[in-house]
């Protein structure tokens, strides 16, 4: 039989396809409601309300939207990191949101996490780095807290290896994407393995006992022996975690990406057989597979928080983070308190002013209602612990959308307890999205797997 037949179902390592169960695409839920509800209107009253409302531990999330160099795919809210003076404005213009901030804080609030991201933090210097942390020192409580960092390996210099010690960095991610030299060139990263190596030896030698790789499957000209090759070499490396994502093509979204040749990104089919593959290979090598798209070596603490049922989704995805308060610092940074989701002023020169005005900054969000909060959390617990518990209505109201999953044995439905089965990883997104009162096909999001 043909593998056009409508019959004919095809599996790859343990995952049978079905791409009609694919065809929609859908959020990757690093929230709900997702940042597509985000709408535009000054949130500073309510983010200054949520701040005061405060108590207990909170995270910390710093966004420092700038690179040495800006890589095609990325849908990152960056820019060049080019002009001394437009870092050293942008740099202030944070250590000032950094006091206006904690200026709200309740005495008791604790801060147990710091997390840096971009962009790439390692696009100012580490000195700069430094003078942060100690500003955070100054105004916040922190509570011997857990610090990690994003990196860009091409400009990883030693320095930066003594800051991270000397601050105490435990955890950093590096971008890698992809070790093969055609497609880093299709994807604007070039950047060799020695890159890698040289960034991975020196973080070990900091301190760091938590290095994640990201990688991307549906690459230009990637293919499922060259996606291997690239698993084989970070496993080898000696990642605790990797992060194996689907690119998303998105050039309407991200004029950047039009510098991809998309004639040649694989197929739905492709992309489908190399995330079934990746997933055989990396928990082939002794990863557990944490949610749909993270692996993490058993003693990892992400893998044990997938074990224990307390891994969590946040705007940075997977995590061990317990805290259900993330308050986001920069331009573009997004802060998740229980009722309301606010997202600071994304253009650099706007949140210079606004700072400067000595306003915060938020200026997106959504307010979370009570239906949204019992939503999004059947969606976490779907997609964190491969189960949820659905109320009579909601699965009333969803039960014919839930039956194409439930029929292909992907799901199970027990009374009100959903649960998601073995070769359901590539379908989780999907079997959420029937959860999400505001999707309704659009063309925002990228591929389903």
Same mark, same amino acid.
């Given at each position: 039989?043909?593998?056009?037949?409508?019959?004919?179902?095809e599996?790859?390592?343990?995952?049978?396809?079905y791409?009609?169960?694919?065809?929609?695409?859908?959020? $990757?839920?690093?929230?709900?409601?997702?940042?597509? #509800?985000?709408?535009?209107?000054?949130?500073?009253?309510?983010?200054r309300?949520? !701040?005061?409302? &405060?108590?207990?531990?909170?995270?910390?999330?710093?966004?420092?939207p700038?690179?040495?160099?800006?890589?095609?795919?990325?849908?990152?809210?960056?820019?060049?990191?080019?002009?001394?003076?437009?870092?050293?404005?942008?740099?202030?213009?944070?250590?000032? #949101?950094?006091?206006?901030?904690?200026?709200?804080?309740?005495?008791?609030?604790?801060?147990?996490?710091?997390?840096?991201?971009?962009?790439?933090?390692?696009?100012?210097?580490?000195? %700069?780095f430094v003078?942060?942390?100690d500003?955070?020192?100054?105004?916040?409580?922190?509570?011997?807290?857990?610090?990690?960092?994003? &990196?860009?390996?091409? =400009? +990883?210099?030693?320095?930066?290896?003594?800051?991270?010690?000397?601050?105490?960095?435990?955890?950093?991610?590096?971008?890698?994407?992809?070790?093969?030299?055609?497609?880093?060139?299709?994807?604007?990263?070039?950047?060799?393995r020695? *890159?890698?190596?040289?960034?991975? #030896?020196? &973080?070990?030698?900091?301190?760091?006992?938590?290095?994640?790789?990201?990688?991307?499957?549906? !690459?230009?000209?990637?293919?499922?022996?060259?996606?291997? #090759?690239?698993?084989?070499?970070?496993?080898?490396?000696?990642?605790?975690?990797?992060? &194996?994502?689907?690119?998303? *093509?998105?050039?309407?979204?991200?004029?950047?990406?039009?510098?991809?040749d998309?004639?040649?990104?694989?197929?739905?089919?492709?992309?489908?057989?190399?995330?079934?593959?990746? *997933?055989?290979? +990396?928990?082939?090598?002794?990863?557990?597979?944490?949610?749909?798209?993270?692996?993490?070596?058993?003693?990892? %603490?992400?893998?044990?928080?997938?074990?224990?049922?307390?891994?969590?989704?946040?705007?940075?995805g997977?995590?061990?983070?317990?805290?259900?308060?993330?308050?986001?610092?920069?331009? =573009?940074?997004?802060?998740?308190?229980?009722?309301?989701?606010?997202?600071?002023?994304?253009?650099?020169?706007?949140?210079?002013?606004?700072?400067?005005?000595?306003?915060?900054t938020?200026r997106?969000?959504?307010?979370r209602?009570?239906?949204?909060?019992?939503?999004?959390?059947?969606?976490?617990? !779907?997609l964190?612990?491969?189960?949820?518990?659905?109320?009579?209505? +909601?699965?009333?109201?969803? $039960?014919?959308?839930?039956?194409?999953?439930?029929? $292909?044995g992907?799901?199970?439905?027990?009374?009100?307890?959903?649960? +998601?089965?073995?070769?359901?990883?590539?379908?989780a997104?999907s079997?959420?999205?029937?959860?999400?009162?505001?999707?309704?096909?659009?063309?925002?999001?990228?591929?389903?797997?």
């Open positions: 039989m043909s593998p056009d037949s409508k019959d004919q179902t599996t790859f390592a343990d995952w049978t396809y791409p009609e169960l694919l065809e929609t695409p859908v959020p $990757r839920y690093t929230s709900y409601p997702t940042a597509a #509800e985000f709408v535009d209107a000054s949130f500073e009253e309510r983010q309300a949520a !701040l005061q409302g &405060l108590s207990g531990t909170v995270s910390l999330y710093l966004h420092i700038y690179c040495q160099e800006i890589c095609w795919y990325c849908g990152c809210n960056t820019g060049a990191a080019n002009k001394t003076q437009r870092l050293a404005a942008y740099l202030e213009a944070l250590h000032h #949101e950094i006091e206006l901030v904690a200026r709200n804080l309740p005495p008791s609030v604790r801060i147990a996490r710091i997390a840096f991201g971009g962009g790439s933090p390692n696009a100012i210097k580490p000195t %700069d003078r942060l942390v500003k955070l020192t100054l105004n916040f409580r922190l509570s011997s807290p857990v610090i990690s960092i994003e &990196l860009d390996p091409r =400009s +990883l210099a030693a320095d930066w290896f003594m800051a991270i010690r000397g601050i105490g960095v435990i955890k950093a991610s590096l971008g890698v994407q992809t070790l093969d030299p055609t497609i880093q060139a299709a994807i604007g990263r070039v950047q060799p020695e *890159h890698i190596e040289r960034a991975t #030896e020196g &973080l070990r030698k900091a301190g760091v006992d938590s290095i994640n790789f990201d990688l991307m499957y549906g !690459l230009p000209f990637q293919n499922d022996a060259v996606l291997a #090759e690239t698993l084989d070499q970070s496993i080898a490396m000696g990642a605790d975690r990797i992060a &194996l994502f689907g690119y998303a *093509h998105v050039p309407h979204m991200i004029p950047r990406q039009q510098r991809i998309a004639s040649e990104l694989p197929d739905q089919r492709a992309r489908f057989r190399m995330a079934a593959q990746g *997933h055989a290979r +990396l928990t082939a090598a002794g990863y557990d597979a944490v949610g749909f798209d993270h692996f993490a070596l058993p003693g990892d %603490d992400l893998a044990i928080a997938a074990r224990t049922g307390t891994l969590r989704r946040n705007f940075q997977f995590t061990e983070d317990q805290s259900p308060v993330l308050i986001g610092l920069g331009a =573009s940074s997004i802060s998740e308190f229980p009722e309301v989701f606010v997202q600071n002023e994304k253009n650099a020169g706007r949140y210079r002013m606004l700072v400067g005005a000595d306003q915060l938020g997106k969000g959504v307010m209602n009570a239906d949204d909060r019992r939503r999004g959390a059947i969606i976490t617990d !779907l964190c612990r491969g189960k949820a518990t659905i109320d009579g209505d +909601l699965l009333a109201i969803n $039960r014919d959308r839930l039956e194409p999953f439930i029929k $292909r992907l799901a199970r439905l027990d009374g009100n307890n959903l649960e +998601l089965l073995a070769g359901s990883a590539p379908y997104r079997v959420a999205a029937v959860f999400d009162a505001y999707r309704g096909g659009e063309k925002q999001f990228s591929s389903a797997i």
